[in-house]
Each structure stands twice: as structure tokens, then as C-alpha cells.
């Protein structure tokens, strides 16, 4: 079956920094998604990897080793605003993206 | 103004009832999905569709049917209204023309059945 497995929730302190860890068993890969989600809210396009190694985006970064199935969102210096969920999201052999629980991300002052 | 929009927003229906949802986007995309999210799991995808003459069954697809009326617009029926169909609801949009392929949300529809 098909699998994407991140930690239910984490919290951090506002300023810091903060690793978010997915790890994916798919039938076949096309690329991998991050995604943020405010409670009540639409999800909204973090980052997309397809090739290993990091891509960086301002505060954000995202990592992929497919050889691991493993990827990670880097968020550095954390502000309130980042209290939200984050949802990985792979891209099957079908073109079709298997979501993961998502991550709660708690940001203490 | 939203590029993807949903309505209702909010919907308590009755078990048995039909219901449905509708999408509209202004964003010129042919890629249409409709997904359902529930506590503690990922989003689950319903239907998709390609082209207005493209309709594909998801991950979810039994008790649900949809109709693309036109490129900009892909509505969700709920035949028989069930409490396990309770959910937050969300249509979805991509370009196929886009080499990431990221796709745009709606704001969502909040669906209770009693």
C-alpha cells in the first residue's frame, strides 16, 4: 500500500528553528509537496522537490532523498504566524498526490 | 478575489438528503479534483478531472459523483447523505501546463450529516 507517515504534532519557540520529517512508501514517485494549512483554512503550496538535495525558499527549505523515501521542511526563524499544520504530499506514478495526516505545529512565544 | 471558490460553505443536511457542492474557478485551469479531510487522516481525493470530457474516479469515489459543466466549473453530489460523510470538503485546481503541478484550494465546504 501507500504510505506517507510525518509526526502528528511538534511545538517549538518563536525564533527557533524547526525540522519537520515525512517519509514516504509510494507506488512509484513524481515529486514531493509541502503544504501549510491554518485551522478552517485551504492548504497552500509550501514547496515542491523532485530531485534530491535542498531547495530554499526565504525562511523555508525543503529537502528530499528519494533513495530514503525521506523528506524534511526546514523553518527558521519561527514566528506565531507559523502555528499551523503541514501536510506532505507525494506524487504517485498515477499523477496523483498521496497526502499525509499532517503535522500541527505549536509556535510558543 | 478567490481564484477557487466553494459553495456552500457550510451545509447540515439530513441522512438521505441530496446534497450538493459546487466549485468555480477563474484560474484557467484544466485539472479539477475534489477531496475530503477528516481529523486525523490526509486528505482523501474524491474525483478528478482532466477536461471537461474527463472524469476519474479517486481514492473515495462510492456514495459520490460529479459533473464538470464546464472548464471552470465541477460540482460534487452526495446522492444519499450518510454521517460518515461528514467532512470538510475541497475542490481543487492545476494547470496542466505547469512542471510542478501544485494544485490551488478552495476555501473549503463544511458538510455535517445528522
Known amino acids: 500500500g501507500q504510505n506517507i507517515d510525518q509526526p502528528t504534532e511538534m511545538t517549538a519557540t518563536e525564533g527557533a528553528i524547526v525540522q519537520i520529517n515525512c517519509t514516504y512508501q509510494t507506488s512509484g514517485f513524481n515529486g514531493l509537496f509541502w503544504y501549510q494549512q491554518h485551522a478552517g483554512e485551504a492548504p497552500t503550496f509550501l514547496s515542491y522537490?523532485?530531485l534530491d538535495g535542498l531547495e530554499e525558499k526565504g525562511r523555508f527549505s525543503s529537502f528530499l532523498s528519494r533513495s530514503k523515501g525521506y523528506s524534511y521542511l526546514l523553518l527558521k526563524e519561527l514566528q506565531m504566524k507559523d502555528s499551523a499544520s503541514y501536510l506532505c504530499a507525494v506524487r504517485d506514478s498515477n499523477y496523483q498526490l498521496i497526502w499525509g495526516a499532517g503535522t500541527k505545529l505549536i509556535i510558543k512565544p | 478575489d478567490a481564484d477557487v471558490t466553494q459553495t456552500p460553505r457550510n451545509r447540515i443536511t439530513k441522512t438521505g438528503k441530496r446534497i450538493m457542492l459546487e466549485c468555480s474557478q477563474t484560474k484557467g485551469h484544466d485539472r479539477m479534483y475534489w477531496y475530503r479531510q477528516d481529523p486525523g487522516l490526509g486528505l482523501r481525493l474524491i474525483y478528478y478531472?482532466?477536461?471537461?470530457?474527463?472524469?476519474n474516479k479517486g481514492e473515495i469515489s462510492d456514495g459520490y459523483s460529479v459533473s464538470r459543466q464546464a472548464q471552470a466549473k465541477f460540482s460534487l453530489s452526495l446522492e444519499s447523505a450518510i454521517p460518515n460523510q461528514t467532512a470538510l470538503y475541497f475542490c481543487?485546481?492545476?494547470?496542466?501546463?505547469?512542471?510542478?503541478?501544485?494544485?490551488?484550494f478552495g476555501p473549503g465546504t463544511r458538510l455535517t450529516v445528522l
Open positions: 522537490n523532485v
Open positions: 481543487a485546481t492545476s494547470d496542466l501546463g505547469q512542471d510542478s503541478g501544485e494544485q490551488f
Open positions: 478531472s482532466f477536461d471537461v470530457k474527463d472524469i
